[in-house]
């Protein structure tokens, strides 16, 4: 790997590495990623095979405390490409002309270990498996979406794919702690194969710790795109039921729930939550598995705290898209608006640039977000969901935080972890 900065006083530094100087092995091993520089680091005593920038390789032992970073920062590589073709890939539903990035289908292990992205494993060597195992990169986030083979491979898109479960049981024997997920097309992968897939996948517990089973997604952008039915309400009604059973059966055999749903089946039936405390051993939480229900559980905590009146009026605008519109108007807008000198106006988004299918928040862009708020009575401030921008801090159209507030005068703002930080904000107007 290239070295892109050395740390002045660090390791690094005292031994003459330099940027542009490339790191090719530590104790003999391939140094490919920051996940093998870091891993590889880590022992006392450490030989360094390096290319310097000249040409010249040579090779540096150092001695150093076990915790203590040599201060390197290294330029990584790109991230590896999925392969398959899913039936159901919502990037393959991305309007054409946004940016590149956007088209961009994962299969990296990088991103599985560091961020809980979610990999298929349909094309994962020995050496590739072999990796995960011998650096503990656990938990692994896996796409199973069905345990039968042929399925499997059919919904991926890929015949050349490989069988899922022996990848799992080797990831199982060597205790590498397993996430699975399902994406749910009616019609495709439900019925009898997806309680082979659940019952599957629940004989490698407790590797495995979580079953996360989500709805298609399916935006006005399928042309061409193999023909997939939508989740109806009615459709996820019973599937809230069928899973409530299994949950029951599993708390019985396994002392844990084990499969989830996802939080869009419950929001899009206007079903109750799981209680906070049913999501308890639940592992995914982040991936959007009882996110409503901690929400729900941390609002209520936090209303409790907020004063009865504020010193100065206050108006803002709450932004939010229209499967959680009513969620956010009962425990976040109308307790607001309990607050004397506190107004709460919500203005739920209609998402036309995926089509009107597509009612998450975190796939909501800003020209949608501007013409919503076209005509809305003037906020001091306007917030939105934090999940609408990328870790680039832009809209899926590429429009930036500044320039929605520009567009709407208004300063828009992500709104924060706690909502105390809200009222004591301050107010800033775009001129």
Not at 72 to 82: M, R, S, V
Not at 332 to 356: K, T, Y
Not at 365 to 388: K, T
Request: aromatic content about 6%; hydrophobic content about 45%.
């Amino acid at each position: 790997m290239k070295i892109q900065a050395v740390e002045p006083d660090s390791i690094a530094d005292e031994i003459g590495l330099q940027p542009g100087d490339r790191l090719m092995n530590i104790n003999g091993a391939r140094v490919r990623d920051s996940l093998d520089y870091h891993f590889w680091s880590q022992e006392e005593e450490l030989e360094l095979d390096v290319m310097q920038a000249n040409g010249d390789r040579v090779l540096i032992d150092v001695e150093k405390d076990p915790e203590e970073d040599l201060g390197l920062d290294l330029i990584e590589p790109p991230f590896q490409a999925c392969a398959n073709k899913c039936i159901f890939c919502f990037i393959h539903q991305n309007p054409s002309g946004m940016r590149k990035a956007v088209y961009f289908q994962d299969e990296d292990v990088r991103l599985s270990f560091l961020f809980g992205n979610y990999v298929t494993l349909a094309f994962a060597t020995d050496a590739y498996l072999d990796r995960i195992i011998v650096q503990r990169l656990s938990p692994i986030y896996v796409s199973v979406h069905a345990t039968d083979p042929e399925l499997r491979r059919m919904m991926l898109g890929s015949p050349k794919a490989k069988d899922v479960m022996p990848i799992l049981n080797k990831l199982a024997d060597a205790e590498i702690l397993i996430e699975t997920q399902i994406v749910l097309c009616p019609g495709v992968n439900d019925g009898a194969a997806l309680r082979q897939t659940v019952d599957d996948l629940a004989a490698l517990f407790p590797i495995v710790e979580s079953i996360s089973i989500v709805p298609v997604g399916l935006s006005m952008h399928r042309e061409g795109l193999y023909p997939l039915k939508p989740v109806t309400v009615d459709y996820a009604r019973e599937m809230i039921q069928t899973v409530k059973a299994w949950q029951v059966d599993m708390r019985t055999e396994l002392g844990r729930p084990l499969v989830y749903l996802s939080d869009e089946w419950y929001l899009m039936t206007d079903t109750p939550f799981p209680s906070e405390e049913e999501y308890q051993d639940c592992p995914v939480i982040e991936n959007g598995v009882g996110m409503v229900s901690a929400f729900i559980a941390s609002m209520e905590r936090q209303v409790q705290e907020l004063p009865d009146r504020l010193e100065a009026p206050l108006r803002l605008t709450l932004v939010t898209a229209a499967l959680a519109g009513d969620v956010v108007r009962e425990h976040l807008a109308e307790p607001l608006n309990q607050i004397e000198n506190f107004e709460v106006d919500l203005v739920v988004v209609q998402n036309q640039f995926f089509g009107p299918g597509v009612t998450v928040s975190g796939l909501l862009v800003g020209g949608d977000i501007v013409r919503a708020l076209e005509g809305q009575n003037q906020a001091d401030l306007v917030y939105l969901p934090p999940n609408v921008l990328n870790d680039d801090g832009l809209f899926l159209d590429d429009m930036t935080l500044a320039a929605v507030s520009e567009a709407v005068g208004t300063e828009v703002r992500l709104f924060p972890e706690r909502v105390s930080d809200v009222l004591m904000c301050e107010i800033l107007t775009v001129e």
